[in-house]
């Protein structure tokens, strides 16, 4: 090789790093700057909820954990990217996806103005009443969502399970804090064939419009994923029992340090940059819609679809109009189901802060009560 080509070599090396390196720095302050705005946006709420945590929560947590409670194991714990690793670990050991938490436990879960949120979660490791599964009778209504379908951070009788059964009593609450549209899919999947219900309603929040990313609920992640949930065994508490054991572990031992170099893994990855080039915002969404539709066409129910609006005070997010308008006509193009859509925009934009909560980003009692409501009267008015 000639003095000449290595030099050329040479150069194109140097030249390559330096560009990486520079998009590394780019990298480093779009995220920080787009991060700074963000929370800028929303400062006087983050103090809210960090005076809260400080003044109330610590001690309600302390306590509850005394009396035996433990905390929700919610399904993105178990979740990439970066979750806890030693969580992860176990999908690969038991061979299972988890879709609720752990099943019939005491837990708690989160405080909004209204007191820690305590329960016992069913056999499933859903918020429901566990005798709701011993009843023959078809189902009424499945829910599927995120932590507002959970019922944060209320108790039951305000939750949308709660509000709902007072007119449909055979409503189930399939709701975990922390899902995304992939995971909706999976749990429609499996609980439509289980319990054949009615009527399903899967709801959508800003936050659910995100990139694609590697998830262990991707179809097929593991072959026969539900494989717990098909025997029903103590297979089940076994894997929930060495979860939490493993989970403590984790929040005892975890280093500052290398939480630091995660963050720095995803500069030297170009995370932020390949989030703004490369994600598809909407392809998990389209395809918890149509898991549902189908799913629905094949067990003979009704599938119904809510928008959730974000506050403008605690969580202001600029994707949620756009995200809605593609739901909207995605049901209407694809499926034409918008007779099946809800949007409460303009419920929260009638009532503005007295729907939220008074010490976080989720809904208030009353917030609850007046989307049941509609949902109530969408059921009703759609049916033939």
């Known amino acids: 090789m000639t003095k000449k080509i290595k030099f050329y070599l040479l150069l194109l090396f140097l ?21 700074k705005n963000i929370t800028s946006n929303y400062s006087e709420a983050l103090e809210i909820e960090k005076n809260r945590h400080i003044n109330t929560d610590v001690a309600e947590i302390d306590k509850a954990v005394k009396e035996g409670y433990s905390p929700v194991l919610q399904p ?7 979750r806890i690793k030693i969580l992860q670990d176990l999908v690969y050991k038991y061979k299972y996806v988890p879709l609720g938490a752990q099943p019939n436990k005491d837990v708690y879960y989160c405080n909004e103005g209204y007191g820690l949120i305590k329960y016992k979660s069913d056999r499933y490791g859903f918020r ?34 709660g509000q709902i059964a007072k007119t449909f ?19 429609a999947e499996f609980f439509i064939k289980k319990i054949r219900p009615k009527n399903v309603v899967i ?21 026969d994923s539900n494989n717990l949930l098909n025997e ?31 963050r720095l893994k995803d500069d030297f990855q170009l995370e932020f940059f390949r989030q703004i080039l490369f994600q598809i915002p ?24 809510i928008f959730l609006p974000t506050s403008m005070f605690w969580r202001p997010d600029s994707r949620q109009e756009d995200y809605k308008s593609k739901i909207k006509l995605y049901l209407k193009n694809k499926h034409s189901l918008s007779k099946n859509f809800y949007d409460a925009t303009s419920l929260i934009n009638k009532n503005g802060k007295e729907m939220f909560a008074t010490m976080g980003p989720h809904y208030s009692p009353k917030g609850y009560q007046l989307i049941s409501s509609e949902i109530i009267n969408l059921i009703k008015n759609s049916k033939p």
């Not at 330096?18 to 720095?25: E, I, P, R, S």
């Not at 392809?283 to 679809?305: G, H, L």
């Open 282 to 305: 909407q392809k998990s969404t389209n395809e918890a819609i149509d898991t549902v539709i189908n799913m629905c066409e094949e067990y003979s129910c009704n599938p119904y679809f």
């Open 76 to 82: 993105v714990f178990f979740d990439f990217p970066k």
């Open 203 to 223: 709801f959508f929040f800003a936050n659910d419009n995100e990139g694609e990313y590697m998830t262990i609920f991707e179809k097929n992640f593991i072959k």
């Open 15 to 35: 030249t390559s790093s330096l560009c990486y390196l520079l998009l590394v720095a780019g990298n480093i302050i779009l995220k920080r700057t787009y991060n």
């Open 169 to 187: 009593p055979l409503t189930f609450n399939l709701g975990m804090s922390g899902s995304q549209p992939k995971l909706y899919s999976r749990t």
């Open 128 to 161: 429901n009443p566990d005798e709701l599964w011993d009843i023959e009778e078809r189902p009424d209504i499945l829910l599927i969502g995120d932590s507002f379908v959970h019922g944060a951070c209320v108790e039951e009788n305000f939750t949308f399970r």
């Open 232 to 262: 029903d065994s103590l297979l089940l508490k076994e894997f929930y029992d060495e979860a939490e054991k493993l989970s403590d572990l984790y929040v005892e031992t975890e280093p500052p340090k290398k939480r630091l170099w995660e």
